[in-house]
């Protein structure tokens, strides 16, 4: 006979589920150990990397205080290298001022302009004026002008119609 619909709708009784015995506790042992061992792994993979890692952080502060280290080399080199340059420079303003300008202005007329530069800007003014007034006509505009200029920006500056 078939069920009525009564019986039909009727719902099924609740069970709960039965709990799943485990039915090869070897397995689930040999389990237990694969994973300890795939931890063990891990922990052993993880201190290999800090350990590069360590290893590499020491060896770029080392890198960096060697650095450090040749930039004050540098920079002590640069200073004496100025040091010396300045001093130079001084002697030669010091040789050209003692001399006579017209003397000065001979030598100066067949000098690289931005030796001739470098020392007659570097004069004072009135040891400057009366070389500057004895070299050529042309030699002495390029000097002013380059004089005039070179406290410009590399931008402003027009040196490029300069003649000599």
């Not at 237990?32 to 061992?37: A, D, F, G, L, N």
């Not at 960096?64 to 420079?89: C, F, G, I, N, P």
């Not at 004026?129 to 590399?154: D, F, H, N, T």
């Amino acid at each position: 006979m078939p069920p009525s619909a009564a019986e039909e709708a009727a719902p099924e009784p609740l069970t709960a589920p039965e709990p799943k015995v485990c039915e090869a506790p070897e397995d689930l042992l040999e389990s237990i150990q694969q994973e300890r061992v795939l931890l063990e792994t891990r922990k052993q993979q993880h201190a290999e990397r800090e350990a590069a890692l360590d290893l590499r952080a020491e060896t770029l502060e080392i890198e960096q205080q060697r650095l450090a280290d040749l930039k004050a080399e540098l920079e002590a080199l640069l200073a004496k290298v100025e040091a010396a340059h300045t001093s130079d420079v001084d002697r030669l303003v010091s040789l050209y001022r003692n001399m006579k300008p017209k003397e000065a202005a001979a030598i100066m007329n067949d000098l690289d302009i931005e030796v001739s530069v470098m020392v007659i800007g570097t004069m004072n003014e009135r040891d400057a004026a009366p070389i500057l007034a004895a070299l050529s006509p042309v030699r002495a505009r390029a000097i002013s002008q380059i004089i005039l200029e070179r406290s410009k920006l590399p931008g402003d500056q027009r040196l490029d119609d300069i003649r000599l």
